[in-house]
């Protein structure tokens, strides 16, 4: 049981997990996903006076894991601010490929993909750290659940145009928008458009366990490109031949056709070791707030207050 109350919040563009921890035991929260178009620290400072409206608990510590975490809005200080009234005494901010690794790994070396609406990998070796992606829907998330989203309207358009293969993810996307020649301007006006996409990677999932070839082709490509990522980043961290720990964790990897597909497209190396999470991305956050001053991943912290 921890001897301080923290307030944690694990903030992705789906949804925000909120973990109060106190001597007296613990409240887990959910409230809407990071509005990207939005200033970010004043979105934050909201769910934290809703958190403790909901609990009348008093933090001495807010800790945020957030997704596409900038170095604009990394500013401990600033969201420490803007909680200036609640009682809390200090703030620490880390982008949420730190607090996914904390959570999945803690202290062991290895990689952790963190797959949801987007997807970064975080590689921590014993001397280094190592980012792969996390560059956004626009210019990066590869295999993420946005980019099988994406895949899944293009390979529907292209049934549609009879550029492509019939499908059964056209049926899916049409229960959405049934012509699908104006889907295109509906999804466009949509403020919700990266949450729309994103949310047909369940149906592609679905889909590729029941045999769909077109949705299965979209799984293995998504599960290579998570793999690439993976290998990518432990071999900037590497230096001698010890195992690395891989961990994969998020909404994407739900899919037991992408599960296996990321483990093939690993190829059996004897230097990898697939293992499960020890925690969530929360439980992450939480640790963020005691992370020791010699770990890897301080570096990458942002502290502010006296907590």
Do not use: N
Not at 64 to 89: K, M, N, P
Not at 115 to 120: K, L, S
Request: hydrophobic fraction near 45%; charged fraction near 20%.
């Amino acid at each position: 049981m921890t001897t301080r109350s923290v307030l944690a919040i694990d903030a992705g563009q789906t949804g925000m997990k909120v973990r109060l921890e106190t001597p007296d035991g613990r409240d887990d929260l959910v409230f809407r996903g990071i509005d990207t178009h939005e200033p970010l620290l004043p979105q934050l400072a909201d769910v934290v006076r809703s958190s403790l409206a909901q609990t009348r608990a008093h933090p001495d510590l807010l800790a945020a894991g957030i997704s596409g975490l900038t170095d604009r809005d990394a500013d401990a200080g600033a969201l420490l601010s803007l909680v200036a009234d609640t009682g809390i005494r200090g703030a620490t901010l880390a982008h949420d490929s730190t607090t996914s690794f904390l959570g999945a790994l803690g202290d062991r070396h290895g990689a952790v993909v963190a797959a949801g609406t987007g997807v970064v990998t975080l590689a921590v070796g014993p001397h280094a750290t190592s980012r792969v992606d996390g560059w956004g829907y626009i210019m990066g998330d590869a295999g993420s659940g946005y980019w099988i989203g994406r895949e899944a309207l293009d390979a529907v358009m292209r049934a549609y145009d009879g550029r492509g293969p019939e499908t059964a993810l056209t049926d899916v996307v049409r229960a959405t928008w049934p012509d699908l020649s104006q889907a295109y301007m509906a999804l466009q006006a949509d403020e919700e458009r990266v949450r729309v996409v994103a949310s047909f990677a369940a149906h592609v999932a679905l889909l590729a366990d029941h045999g769909d070839a077109v949705a299965s082709g979209i799984t293995t490509r998504a599960a290579r490109e998570l793999a690439t990522s993976v290998t990518t980043a432990i071999g900037r961290v590497r230096d001698d031949d010890e195992t690395f720990a891989v961990c994969a964790v998020g909404g994407v990897f739900r899919s037991v056709a992408l599960r296996a597909a990321f483990a093939e497209a690993l190829g059996g190396r004897e230097d990898l070791e697939i293992v499960a999470p020890l925690g969530a991305g929360i439980d992450g956050v939480v640790a963020l707030a005691g992370l020791g001053a010699g770990h890897p991943l301080t570096a990458a912290v942002q502290r502010a207050g006296t907590a």
